[in-house]
Protein backbone atom coordinates (compact mmCIF):
# COMPACT_ATOMS: atom_id res chain seq x y z
CA UNK A 1 0.00 0.00 0.00
CA UNK A 2 0.92 3.63 -0.28
CA UNK A 3 2.02 5.58 2.49
CA UNK A 4 0.93 8.82 2.48
CA UNK A 5 2.31 11.88 4.41
CA UNK A 6 0.48 13.87 7.01
CA UNK A 7 0.41 17.65 6.54
CA UNK A 8 2.58 18.15 9.57
CA UNK A 9 5.78 16.25 8.02
CA UNK A 10 5.28 18.16 4.78
CA UNK A 11 5.22 21.92 6.77
CA UNK A 12 8.31 20.86 8.32
CA UNK A 13 10.18 20.15 5.30
CA UNK A 14 9.48 23.19 3.20
CA UNK A 15 10.33 25.65 6.51
CA UNK A 16 13.45 27.87 6.46
CA UNK A 17 15.32 30.23 8.76
CA UNK A 18 14.80 33.38 8.73
CA UNK A 19 16.86 35.71 11.00
CA UNK A 20 17.92 39.52 11.89
CA UNK A 21 20.99 41.10 11.90
CA UNK A 22 22.99 44.33 11.35
CA UNK A 23 25.14 44.78 7.47
CA UNK A 24 28.08 44.92 8.24
CA UNK A 25 29.85 45.05 4.80
CA UNK A 26 28.63 45.69 0.83
CA UNK A 27 30.90 42.82 -0.35
CA UNK A 28 30.82 43.50 -3.91
CA UNK A 29 27.71 43.82 -6.39
CA UNK A 30 24.64 42.16 -4.79
CA UNK A 31 26.43 40.47 -1.51
CA UNK A 32 26.19 42.04 1.20
CA UNK A 33 27.70 40.50 4.91
CA UNK A 34 25.25 40.41 7.84
CA UNK A 35 26.12 39.70 11.58
CA UNK A 36 23.72 37.96 13.39
CA UNK A 37 23.84 38.21 17.39
CA UNK A 38 22.49 35.26 19.78
CA UNK A 39 22.16 35.49 23.72
CA UNK A 40 22.63 32.48 25.97
CA UNK A 41 23.85 31.61 28.75
CA UNK A 42 27.19 30.13 29.44
CA UNK A 43 25.98 26.45 30.34
CA UNK A 44 28.05 26.30 33.80
CA UNK A 45 28.34 29.75 34.94
CA UNK A 46 24.52 31.05 33.76
CA UNK A 47 26.31 34.27 32.47
CA UNK A 48 24.14 35.47 29.55
CA UNK A 49 26.94 35.88 26.60
CA UNK A 50 26.80 37.06 23.32
CA UNK A 51 27.66 35.42 20.33
CA UNK A 52 27.87 36.65 16.84
CA UNK A 53 27.68 34.99 13.39
CA UNK A 54 28.04 36.50 9.81
CA UNK A 55 26.51 35.59 6.73
CA UNK A 56 26.73 36.38 3.24
CA UNK A 57 23.12 37.46 1.69
CA UNK A 58 22.15 38.34 -1.63
CA UNK A 59 21.16 41.97 -2.41
CA UNK A 60 19.48 41.36 -5.38
CA UNK A 61 18.83 44.87 -6.04
CA UNK A 62 21.48 46.32 -3.87
CA UNK A 63 18.88 47.96 -1.46
CA UNK A 64 20.53 47.63 1.92
CA UNK A 65 23.85 49.88 3.22
CA UNK A 66 26.24 49.61 6.31
CA UNK A 67 24.74 49.89 9.29
CA UNK A 68 20.94 48.57 8.50
CA UNK A 69 18.74 46.00 10.14
CA UNK A 70 18.30 43.19 7.46
CA UNK A 71 15.97 40.18 7.83
CA UNK A 72 17.24 37.51 5.53
CA UNK A 73 16.25 33.52 4.73
CA UNK A 74 17.56 31.07 3.77
CA UNK A 75 17.70 29.86 0.18
CA UNK A 76 19.64 27.06 -2.01
CA UNK A 77 23.62 27.79 -2.68
CA UNK A 78 23.73 30.93 -4.87
CA UNK A 79 27.84 30.74 -4.51
CA UNK A 80 30.44 28.91 -2.65
CA UNK A 81 29.15 31.48 0.99
CA UNK A 82 26.15 32.85 -0.32
CA UNK A 83 22.73 30.77 1.11
CA UNK A 84 21.04 32.98 2.12
CA UNK A 85 18.85 35.45 0.48
CA UNK A 86 17.70 39.80 1.59
CA UNK A 87 13.60 39.75 2.50
CA UNK A 88 13.40 43.25 3.87
CA UNK A 89 15.42 45.98 5.10
CA UNK A 90 15.12 48.46 7.65
CA UNK A 91 17.04 51.77 7.38
CA UNK A 92 18.97 52.75 9.89
CA UNK A 93 19.13 56.11 11.86
CA UNK A 94 20.84 58.69 10.11
CA UNK A 95 22.26 60.21 13.39
CA UNK A 96 23.11 56.91 14.92
CA UNK A 97 25.15 56.27 11.61
CA UNK A 98 27.47 59.27 11.82
CA UNK A 99 28.36 58.79 15.49
Given amino acids: MAETKTTTETAD ?3 R ?5 VV ?4 GDKSIV ?3 ERRRPHPKYGKVMRQFKKYHVHDERNEAKVGDLA ?3 ECR ?3 RLKH ?7 PAA ?3 QKA
Fill in 13 to 15: RGS
Fill in 17 to 21: KHRKG
Fill in 24 to 27: LSKS
Fill in 34 to 36: VRF
Fill in 71 to 73: EIA
Fill in 77 to 79: PMS
Fill in 84 to 90: WRLVAVT
Fill in 94 to 96: EGA
